[in-house]
């Protein structure tokens, strides 16, 4: 199985009220490994970066100015992916929300949601109530993250990448699609993803925040009233 597994960094949140993407990178992987291939572009918004966002991923208007533009890199862009590529991605609707605007902005076909895997709604699913973004994430499967002093679409798609893999069971990969269904709103996979069973150690701020979220959640549990019938 082919998947690319990418991050994009852009002008702020909404393609559709003039944001616009500032760099992309991409990772092939071939059975949920990488294979050493990439994609990395720099791309020049044809806007301003506001300065609250250069504070996130440090790419100032002055350093993209020579950069090309979208469609310039379009094509390249889409041979990359190809047609069996399965898009991987940490909160998949956003970068898939400027993929697909800039794409059809460029005059390309749009992808289809069928081709993504969001990695957030994966470890919501296996940790509920726990802190799920990629920093995160690292800190949990113990991947070296030291050098992500800024957001950068390729370092982050090379973490992400890592978390993948331990999300889907470590050395031992293992992922099951059938009978995925589709969120009507969002229209990203996020029901019956099978991976391996594993186990980890929560952080005390974890235990902390799940106690939060069962007490918000969950109203009346047996096993809090079983609790409080042995005290």
């Given at each position: 199985?082919?998947?690319?597994?990418?991050?994009?960094?852009?002008?702020?949140?909404?393609?559709?009220?003039?944001?616009?993407?500032?760099?992309?990178?991409?990772?092939?992987?071939?059975?949920?490994?990488?294979?050493?291939?990439?994609?990395?572009?720099?791309?020049?918004?044809?806007?301003?970066?506001?300065?609250?966002?250069?504070?996130?991923?440090?790419?100032?208007?002055?350093?993209?100015?020579?950069?090309?533009?979208?469609?310039?890199?379009?094509?390249k862009w889409?041979?990359?992916?190809?047609?069996?590529?399965?898009?991987?991605?940490?909160?998949?609707?956003?970068?898939?929300n400027?993929?697909?605007?800039?794409?059809?902005?460029?005059?390309?076909?749009?992808?289809?949601?069928?081709?993504?895997?969001?990695?957030?709604?994966?470890?919501?699913?296996?940790?509920?109530?726990?802190?799920?973004?990629?920093?995160?994430?690292?800190?949990?499967?113990?991947?070296?993250?030291?050098?992500?002093?800024?957001?950068?679409?390729?370092?982050?798609?090379?973490l992400?990448?890592?978390?993948?893999?331990?999300?889907?069971g470590?050395?031992?990969?293992?992922?099951?699609?059938?009978?995925?269904?589709?969120?009507?709103?969002?229209?990203?996979?996020?029901e019956?993803?099978?991976?391996?069973?594993?186990?980890?150690?929560?952080?005390?701020?974890?235990?902390?925040?799940?106690?939060?979220?069962?007490?918000?959640?969950?109203?009346?549990?047996?096993?809090?009233?079983?609790?409080t019938?042995?005290?």
């Amino acid at each position: 199985m082919r998947e690319i597994c990418f991050d994009t960094e852009t002008t702020g949140l909404n393609p559709e009220t003039g944001d616009r993407l500032v760099e992309i990178g991409a990772i092939e992987l071939i059975n949920h490994l990488p294979t050493g291939k990439f994609f990395h572009e720099y791309i020049n918004p044809e806007r301003d970066v506001p300065e609250e966002v250069v504070k996130v991923h440090g790419l100032t208007n002055e350093f993209l100015a020579d950069k090309p533009k979208f469609f310039e890199i379009a094509q390249k862009w889409v041979d990359f992916v190809g047609d069996d590529g399965i898009f991987v991605a940490h909160n998949a609707q956003f970068d898939m929300n400027f993929i697909n605007y800039e794409l059809k902005k460029a005059g390309f076909e749009t992808y289809d949601w069928d081709r993504v895997v969001d990695t957030l709604a994966i470890a919501r699913n296996e940790f509920p109530g726990a802190r799920n973004n990629l920093d995160a994430l690292c800190k949990r499967f113990n991947i070296d993250n030291s050098a992500r002093t800024y957001h950068g679409a390729l370092l982050d798609a090379q973490l992400l990448a890592e978390v993948y893999l331990q999300l889907l069971g470590g050395d031992e990969p293992v992922i099951k699609f059938e009978n995925i269904k589709s969120d009507k709103k969002n229209k990203i996979k996020t029901e019956n993803i099978m991976v391996k069973e594993r186990h980890f150690s929560l952080l005390a701020e974890e235990l902390a925040e799940n106690e939060m979220f069962l007490q918000k959640k969950l109203k009346n549990a047996l096993w809090l009233e079983d609790e409080t019938k042995n005290d």
